[in-house]
Nanobody, 119 residues
C-alpha cells in the first residue's frame, strides 16, 4: 500500500515562503506522477502542481506559476513544493497525491498539511 506523508505547513505573512515535503513509501516508484493539491474551507479540492517520477516534466496551475516550484528526490522518495510570494488566497490544506502507473487518476493521498497566509 502506498503511503504519503506531508509536512512543512505553517503560518506565514503574505509575501513569505514555505517548503512542503511529502515522503512516499510502500513501493518502488517509476512510471508514476506525483502531485500537490489544496483545499480551502468551503471550496473544492484544486490541483496545484505535478511532477513525473522518471522525467523532468512538471505542470502548474496558473494561479501558482512563477511562485511555486515542485521538485523531487528519488533517493529519498520525496516530493517537495517550494512556495514563494505567498498570498492569502493560498491558504488551504495542502495534500500530496500519487498517480500510480500514470493512469490519470490520483489513487493515493496524504493526510494534508495546513498552510495559512495572513495579510
Amino acid at each position: 500500500q502506498v503511503r504519503l506523508e506531508e509536512s512543512g505547513g505553517g503560518l506565514v505573512q503574505a509575501g513569505g515562503s514555505l517548503r512542503l515535503s511529502c515522503v512516499a513509501s510502500g513501493r518502488t516508484f517509476g512510471r508514476d506522477v506525483m502531485g500537490w493539491f489544496r483545499q480551502a474551507p468551503g471550496k473544492e479540492r484544486e490541483f496545484v502542481a505535478s511532477i513525473w517520477w522518471l522525467s523532468d516534466n512538471t505542470y502548474y496551475a496558473d494561479s501558482v506559476k512563477e511562485r511555486f516550484t515542485i521538485s523531487r528526490d528519488n533517493t529519498k522518495t520525496s516530493v517537495y513544493l517550494q512556495m514563494n510570494s505567498l498570498k492569502p488566497e493560498d491558504t488551504a490544506v495542502y495534500y500530496c497525491a500519487a498517480d500510480i502507473g500514470s493512469s490519470g487518476i490520483y489513487n493515493y493521498w496524504g493526510q494534508g498539511t495546513q498552510v495559512t497566509v495572513s495579510s
